[in-house]
């Protein structure tokens, strides 16, 4: 599969496992009235977040700087072989 980075966001919108990108210091973090509320009500719901880097230098700096950004990561930890593509 020969996807550019656009294309493949496209897909991945499309098909609804994800929203378009925002930017979470300028609009906020993207969440459902219910969600709203969990927080005002003092809870703390899950937001999992996928960050975007501008190149592999700045991914290198932001996982260098957030450990969770590794530990977190299961995906890249599966082989090849165990990933399907249409």
Known sequence: MDLTFDKWMAYGIKQG?????????HDGLPMS????????????PCMH???????IE???RI??????SNWRNSY???SDSTIETE
Not at 34 to 41: I, L, S
């Open 17 to 25: 496992w994800c929203g378009a990108p925002v930017c979470y210091t």
């Open 33 to 44: 009235n219910e969600e709203d509320m969990e927080f005002a009500e003092g809870q703390d």
């Open 49 to 55: 977040i996928v960050r975007m880097y501008e190149d």
């Open 58 to 60: 700045m991914k290198k």
């Open 63 to 68: 996982e260098d700087n957030h450990s969770p």
């Open 76 to 78: 890249t930890k599966v």
